[in-house]
C-alpha cells in the first residue's frame, strides 16, 4: 500500500494561490491501477473532493472548483499537485491528497494525514 504526504503552506492571503504537494511513497503514480486525489474538509463540514489525476496524468475536477484548479504532477519526483487559485477564507480547510486503487477483485484508499490551510490577511 502507497503512504502518501501533504507538504506546502500552512497560511495564505485572500486573492493568492494555495500550491500542496502530495508525495507518494511505495509505488509509482503511474500505475494504471491508481487515480490521485485532492480532498478537503472546511471547518464543521463534510469532504469535499477537489479533483483528480489519473496515471496517464489526465486530469479532472470538480465542476464547482473547475475554473480556479489544477493538478499536476512530476513524475520524476513521484509528486503531484495542487493549485486553487484567488484563494477567500471558504477555502479555509484541511487539505488530504488520496491514492485511490482499484483492480478486478479490490478497492482501496490509501490517505495522506491531511495538511492544514487557512486562508487569511
Known amino acids: 500500500q502507497v503512504q502518501l504526504q501533504e507538504s506546502g503552506p500552512g497560511l495564505v492571503k485572500p486573492s493568492q494561490t494555495l500550491s500542496l504537494t502530495c508525495t507518494v511513497s511505495?509505488?509509482?503514480?503511474?500505475?494504471?491501477?491508481?487515480?490521485w486525489n485532492w480532498i478537503r474538509q472546511p471547518p464543521g463540514k463534510g469532504l469535499e473532493w477537489i479533483g483528480q489525476?489519473?496515471?496517464?496524468?489526465?486530469?479532472y475536477y470538480s465542476p464547482s472548483l473547475k475554473s480556479r484548479t489544477s493538478i499536476s504532477r512530476d513524475t520524476s519526483k513521484n509528486q503531484f499537485t495542487l493549485q486553487l487559485t484567488s484563494v477567500t477564507p471558504e477555502d479555509t480547510a484541511m487539505y488530504y491528497c488520496?491514492?485511490?486503487?482499484?483492480?478486478?477483485?479490490?478497492?482501496?484508499?490509501?490517505w495522506g494525514q491531511g495538511t492544514q490551510v487557512t486562508v487569511s490577511s
Open positions: 488520496r491514492g485511490s486503487y482499484s483492480d478486478s477483485v479490490a478497492v482501496s484508499d490509501s
Open positions: 511505495g509505488g509509482s503514480i503511474t500505475n494504471r491501477n491508481y487515480f
Open positions: 489525476i489519473t496515471f496517464t496524468g489526465s486530469p
